[in-house]
């Protein structure tokens, strides 16, 4: 099963930071937080990663609370390309990846 | 060369037929997997391959067997299939001593069983 929860849906006006929360409360200390991305008819697409720090790329950046129950994936400057279901996923140290129900973004102009 | 590739990109079946989804990649991943989605759900994970063998099978039923003849290349064979198997197909590859390196995705075969 899934160890994160997400908002169902969210809005984003286009230009604004879009702010998503994922709660994973029964996180152990070796696992690490992932976010990935899915527009429509694609295949998903990674984010960002991290394990107790805050993580910046060029994609977002990842902040993780310091008791690590929950995460924040910021989108900086959304934009109408940004529109996509994300996925918060804990990741172990096996090669699997558990998706849950994710958070649908809607940015609009 | 960051992509994986997949084909056919639509496949349309009968419940006798067997056909073969093919994935590709030239990443030098050594970690390859098969999910299957269905509409409006997330990805479920179906096999593991890590280093060309069999790491994780979940539970997935043995219509659907999976082959990985080489580093670069992933089947799933697809024998008497149901209805319900129609879904979207997706292969992802990783480096599996990288643990914190993500999976990439290809864009998936949308498979409908007739």
């Known amino acids: 099963d899934a160890k994160t929860t997400q908002p169902t849906s969210m809005d984003c006006a286009e230009g604004r930071a879009a702010n998503l929360p994922c709660n994973h409360s029964?996180?152990?200390?070796?696992?690490?937080v992932y976010w990935y991305r899915q527009i429509h008819s694609q295949g998903p697409q990674y984010i960002i990663h991290?394990?107790?720090n805050n993580e910046t790329n060029e994609m977002a950046s990842l902040i993780i609370t310091e008791d690590r129950k929950s995460s924040t994936l910021i989108l900086p400057h959304a934009t109408l390309r940004d529109t996509a279901v994300y996925y918060c996923?804990?990741?172990?140290?096996?090669?699997?990846?558990?998706f849950g129900t994710g958070t649908r973004l809607q940015v609009f102009p | 060369d960051t992509e994986v590739t997949q084909t056919p990109k639509h496949l349309v079946m009968g419940m006798t037929n067997k056909k073969s989804l093919k994935c590709e990649q030239h990443?030098?991943?050594?970690?390859m997997y098969w999910y299957k989605q269905k509409a409006k759900k997330p990805p479920e994970l179906m096999f593991v391959?890590?280093?060309?063998?069999?790491?994780i099978n979940e539970s997935v039923p043995s219509r659907f067997s999976p082959e990985c003849p080489n580093s670069s290349l992933l089947n799933l064979h697809l024998h008497a299939l149901q209805p319900e198997d129609s879904a979207l197909y997706l292969c992802?590859?990783?480096?599996?001593?990288?643990?914190?390196?993500?999976?990439?995705f290809g864009p998936g075969t949308r498979l409908t069983v007739t």
């Open positions: 992802a590859s990783s480096h599996p001593e990288r643990g914190g390196v993500g999976q990439y």
């Open positions: 029964t996180i152990s200390g070796n696992e690490y």
């Open positions: 991290g394990l107790k």
């Open positions: 996923i804990v990741r172990d140290n096996t090669d699997k990846l558990i």
């Open positions: 990443m030098g991943h050594r970690a």
């Open positions: 391959y890590s280093y060309e063998k069999l790491s």
